[in-house]
């Protein structure tokens, strides 16, 4: 299958943005000071394990985006290279 060159740097773009945003929503989950996170001994609350939870699988498919859309653009790329050789 070959991606557009739009559709390929929306995914490696939506890649990028998603561990942006969840790494600092994650640095924000760690510093909570609200009492939604831990409890007044320190502990994890379910709050913490299902966000941290959520953050997990957004970077990951994050990542499997992310790679899906630098692949096709690297491919996009080397055919470009390849036509102007020809």
């Known amino acids: 299958m070959k991606l557009s060159r739009a559709a390929s740097w929306f995914l ?6 998603s561990w942006v945003i969840w790494a600092t929503f994650v ?4 510093k909570d000071a609200s009492g939604l996170a831990f409890d007044a001994a320190g502990e994890p609350t379910a709050y913490f394990w299902v966000h941290l939870l959520l ?3 957004s ?13 096709s653009v690297r491919a ?10 020809a």
Not at 12 to 17: H, I, N, R, T
Not at 59 to 71: K, Q
């Open 59 to 71: 970077f990951l498919l994050g990542t499997a985006v992310g790679v899906i859309g630098l692949r």
């Open 76 to 85: 996009l790329r080397r055919a470009s290279r390849e036509d102007t050789r």
């Open 12 to 17: 490696l773009a939506f890649g990028v943005w």
């Open 27 to 30: 640095k924000n989950l760690w």
């Open 55 to 57: 953050a997990v699988t």
